[in-house]
């Protein structure tokens, strides 16, 4: 299986913790980008990397929200001293610039709970 | 601005065909797309219309955009309980730095 792969698939952790996800793009793609979705509502954009570079960054993504793509391929997600607020979908997507039609191909997600 | 907007729910009886709406803000999207997500998982694309096309088909969807009006529609034919799900509309923001997605539109597909 070759499509975007996220990992934990689902994690539970008490307030003032530090979570990372992991995520890994389809090997071709270039750019990587990170959505937040609350239940009820279509995924909002975080940030996104072409290749290792970090090109944009959401007014959503405080202080507390770290990512990195150090070698241009997997990607990493840190929240840290979690809120309960921070209790959502991180969604992982991925795609080519060579496509030209854009499209961002989906992994299946890490759920986040914020006890 | 960025703000896509989508009615939040669409009951249909299996057979019959589904239409779900959308409307977004930039004039310069280049592609627009639908994602279809089922519960607990990720977005998986649809399909996607280029600015400069007022239809697109595909199998049993068909795509319509009204660029004047800034106006999306998905057409499901022959909607199956398999096709139950939530349906996003995107458009692609700046040269597809980052697509905008609506709320989401769940469609309710009954025997």
């Known amino acids: 299986d070759t499509g975007v792969s996220q990992n934990p698939r689902h994690k539970i952790t008490k307030r003032g913790q530090n979570v990372t996800f992991r995520c890994d793009p389809i090997?071709?793609?270039?750019?990587l980008y990170w959505y937040r979705q609350t239940l009820g509502q279509g995924p909002e954009f975080l940030t996104y990397f072409q290749n290792e570079a970090q090109l944009e960054k959401s007014r959503l993504l405080s202080d507390r929200f770290s990512a990195e793509r150090p070698k241009g391929s997997f990607s990493t997600l840190e929240i840290q001293r979690t809120e309960q607020g921070d209790s959502a979908m991180y969604l992982c997507a991925s795609s080519s610039v060579d496509r030209g039609t854009g499209e961002l191909f989906f992994g299946e997600g890490s759920r986040l709970t914020v006890l | 601005g960025e703000d896509v907007e989508q009615s939040l729910f669409l009951s249909v009886r299996e057979g019959d065909s589904s239409v779900i709406n959308c409307t977004y803000t930039d004039s310069s999207s280049t592609y627009l797309y639908w994602y279809k997500q089922e519960p607990g998982a990720g977005l998986q694309l649809l399909t996607y219309?280029?600015?400069?096309?007022d239809m697109k088909q595909d199998q049993r969807l068909t795509v319509l955009l009204n660029k004047k009006d800034k106006h999306l529609s998905l057409r499901i034919a022959d909607t199956q309980t398999g096709d139950s799900a939530i349906y996003f509309c995107?458009?692609?923001?700046?040269?597809?730095?980052?697509?905008?997605f609506g709320t989401g539109t769940r469609l309710l597909v009954s025997p």
């Open positions: 219309i280029f600015s400069n096309m």
């Open positions: 090997s071709e793609h270039n750019r």
């Open positions: 995107a458009e692609s923001l700046r040269g597809f730095q980052k697509l905008v």
